[in-house]
């Protein structure tokens, strides 16, 4: 699920089986994975999957040191909430999650919009 908001967005991801240990672990490695290569600049897994010029990318990637990435595990999956105070930096963020949900059609979700 992708929710965005007024300072970035949240994207959760919940095991569709909440009794499923193996796959929540799985999902809260990959999102504490992602939170700690985003801090450092490291975006190479977006771009590997999504492609160099996927929206909103190249713009985290050249701004990611005005952006928190901030992790926590859930009891059935895990969030990652994207935090910036610079308008172009939220824009980035919004576009990476309209873009993260045009790719992943039936797998990704939009939460509800706020719109800055």
């Not at 994975?33 to 010029?53: Q, T, V, Y």
């Amino acid at each position: 699920m992708f929710t965005k908001n007024a300072s970035g967005g949240r994207q959760q991801v919940i095991a569709k089986d909440a009794q499923d240990s193996e796959q929540i672990t799985l999902i809260q490695q990959h999102l504490s994975m992602l939170a700690l290569k985003f801090a450092k600049g490291d975006f190479s897994g977006p771009k590997r999957i999504h492609g160099e010029a996927m929206s909103g990318l190249p713009q985290l990637a050249a701004g990611f040191s005005g952006v928190q990435f901030n992790y926590q595990a859930l009891a059935n999956g895990a969030q990652l909430d994207y935090v910036a105070s610079e308008p172009e930096l939220i824009d980035a963020i919004h576009a990476y999650f309209d873009a993260q949900l045009s790719d992943h059609a039936r797998h990704a979700v939009s939460g509800h919009a706020m719109h800055h």
